[in-house]
T-cell receptor, first 115, second 115 residues
């Protein structure tokens, strides 16, 4: 059973399009995250949610809008895609809000390529 | 602001040889420290973590790490590497201010294993 799953695994799209990435965790965790990993493998947090409530928004452009319909799901919608959005996006979850201390469980990633 | 430095971008070792990956952090208080591993095309998996107590921590897959406060380091070691250890390794520091619980990752060290 996959603990943290993401769809799609690959996403190739044109500049200016709008796309969504979905994430689901079946671990019963309260907290979920979105990370962006750039071409140099640098991994940076974008958002965190705890029980559907936004906790962290790391100065991400407002073209990125996360949505958490329930605590098991955290989706990421991106408007007006730009070339610089090309990256691998990872979803993660942790049991509680204390993300600094908790083990985070990562999904397999979504590889986004904007042409 | 907290930061994490992994001085080695790429390390190559022979199968069966010992391994040490370096990690230095900058943080005012006692940090929460983690090592994660990312296999090719996969998400990140926790190897081990340190919060307090014994400064030598054991992790999965035969890895260990030692916290040295005087050197602000948390180096990862393995006495004998296996070909399956080839991956990207990330050191991370946890920031624990209420409302801003997050991990800051280093830039990663890519490990190549040669026969």
């Amino acid at each position: 059973d996959t603990a943290v799953s993401q769809t799609p695994k690959y996403l190739v799209t044109q500049m200016g399009n709008d796309k969504s990435i979905k994430c689901e965790q079946n671990l019963g965790h309260d907290t979920m995250y979105w990370y962006k990993q750039d071409s140099k493998k640098f991994l940076k947090i974008m958002f965190s949610y705890n029980n559907k409530e936004l906790i962290i928004n790391e100065t991400v452009p407002n073209r990125f809008s996360p949505k958490s319909p329930d605590k098991a799901h955290l989706n990421l919608h991106i408007n007006s895609l730009e070339l610089g959005d090309s990256a691998v996006y990872f979803c993660a979850s942790s049991p509680r809000l204390a993300g600094a201390r908790e083990t985070q469980y990562f999904g397999p990633g979504t590889r986004l390529l904007v042409l | 602001a907290q930061s994490v430095t992994q001085p080695d971008i790429h390390i190559t070792v022979s199968e069966g040889a010992s391994l040490e990956l370096r990690c230095n952090y900058s943080y005012g208080a006692t940090p929460y420290l983690f090592w994660y591993v990312q296999s090719p095309g996969q998400g990140l998996q926790l190897l081990l973590k340190y919060f307090s107590g014994d400064t030598l921590v054991q992790g999965i897959k035969g890895f260990e790490a030692e916290f040295k406060r005087s050197q602000s380091s948390f180096n990862l070691r393995k006495p004998s590497v296996h070909w399956s250890d080839a991956a990207e390794y990330f050191c991370a520091v946890g920031l624990s201010n209420f409302g801003n619980e997050k991990l800051t990752f280093g830039t990663g060290t890519r490990l190549t294993i040669i026969p």
